[in-house]
């Protein structure tokens, strides 16, 4: 008996290189760049990128949709987004590359990375007191698997680490924190604010002055610390860089932004104590990402259970 023939995946990932990942997606299933049809019975799967929204009307057969990285919020955003499950990525090597940023900017900020290249522009020999790793706090608001992840890893360089998350569900070694009764106490214990947090109704716009300003100021690095590496509309630019200017943060690392690219026109790239990169802490890597998709997709027709999967009503 010849095999049924597998439904094909439509591809439209904005921001990512469309012929990489065709190509290895190709290697399971036929790809359709753009929608040929205004209804198109043949797809099965999408597997999407901020891209713009209805590009999901009129698929009649569409078992899932595939986010193109963690996070869905760009799914969301769409006001026809079909009713079908959405698998997003949680890939060992995104998750890597996460840590990897987060320890960096952690450890940029804790061995003062700003105050050294600062004194190198001016050719001085000064050198300042370091507080050791185990004086510092770091706060992680997000502890899923990017949080746990960057958790483990400051935790290893002597760190202590406090998390924030909705469930406030423990994680061996860290003081976590739960829900809104339990944030102004992790704000109160943190030195190093970190946001892995996704982009949801609930935490649209959190990282406000009113927030930075309750992180802990007087400690071993002489001031607060901020870095967002969740998504841009987490937070406020405008209270951001009036924290820096009225001493309610020293220092921050924002790899998003409410608006992408950062505009030029933004006082953030020019901000001496800002540490700006262009969402880049931890890209997909469609090499590493399309077999997963693939065997995720043989795997719902087979009628098994899809993995990462999106709470639809949580909103990540
Ligand atoms: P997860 O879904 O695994 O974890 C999300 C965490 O946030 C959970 O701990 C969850 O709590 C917590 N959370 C969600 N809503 C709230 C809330 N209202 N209050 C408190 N805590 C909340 O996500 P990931 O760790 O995989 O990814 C996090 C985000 O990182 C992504 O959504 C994406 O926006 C961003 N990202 C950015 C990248 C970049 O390059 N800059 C790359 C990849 C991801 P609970 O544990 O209770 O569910
Ligand atoms: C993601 C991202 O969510 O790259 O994966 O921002």
């Not at 995946?9 to 921001?15: D, H, I, Q, T, Y």
């Not at 590009?55 to 009713?83: E, I, R, T």
């Not at 006082?267 to 065997?295: G, K, N, Y």
């Not at 259970?305 to 709470?311: E, F, G, Q, S, T």
Request: with cysteine; hydrophobic share 45%.
């Amino acid at each position: 008996m010849q095999a049924p023939v597998k439904g094909r995946v439509l591809l439209s990932v904005a921001g990512f290189d469309p012929q990489h990942w065709r190509k290895r997606l190709s290697a399971g299933r036929e790809v359709v760049l753009d929608r040929e049809r205004p209804v198109d019975t043949s797809i099965h799967y999408a597997v999407v990128w901020n891209r713009h929204p209805g590009l999901l009307v009129g698929l009649p057969n569409l078992k899932a949709v595939f986010s193109g990285g963690a996070g869905v919020d760009h799914l969301f955003a769409d006001p026809d987004l079909p009713d079908v499950p959405i698998v997003r990525v949680v890939a060992d090597n995104l998750t890597q590359y996460m840590t990897e940023y987060v320890v960096w900017r952690v450890l940029d900020h804790h061995r003062q990375g700003f105050l050294y290249r600062a004194q190198q522009r001016r050719k001085a020999w000064i050198e300042p007191p370091q507080p050791a790793a185990n004086r510092v706090s770091v706060g992680i608001m997000g502890m899923g698997e990017l949080g746990r992840a960057a958790a483990r890893a400051l935790l290893t360089l002597g760190f202590r680490v406090n998390g924030w998350s909705r469930s406030g569900a423990p994680v061996e070694g860290v003081d976590v924190y739960g829900g809104s009764a339990g944030l102004d106490a992790f704000l109160g214990a943190t030195d190093i604010l970190v946001v892995l947090l996704p982009l949801t109704p609930a935490t649209t716009g959190i990282v406000d002055h009113v927030l930075l300003s309750k992180l802990r100021r007087d400690n071993a690095l002489g001031g607060a610390v901020l870095i967002n590496a969740g998504r841009g509309l987490l937070q406020n630019s405008a209270d951001i860089l009036r924290a820096l200017d009225d001493g309610v943060l020293k220092e921050a690392s924002l790899d998003v932004f409410e608006s992408e690219p950062l505009p030029e026109t933004s006082r953030l790239w020019t901000h001496e104590r800002v540490f700006v990169t262009p969402h880049a802490a931890a890209a997909s890597d469609p090499d590493h990402l399309a077999t997963f998709m693939l065997e995720q997709m043989d795997a719902c027709d087979r009628g098994e259970p899809l993995r990462n999967l999106v709470d639809r009503k949580a909103g990540y």
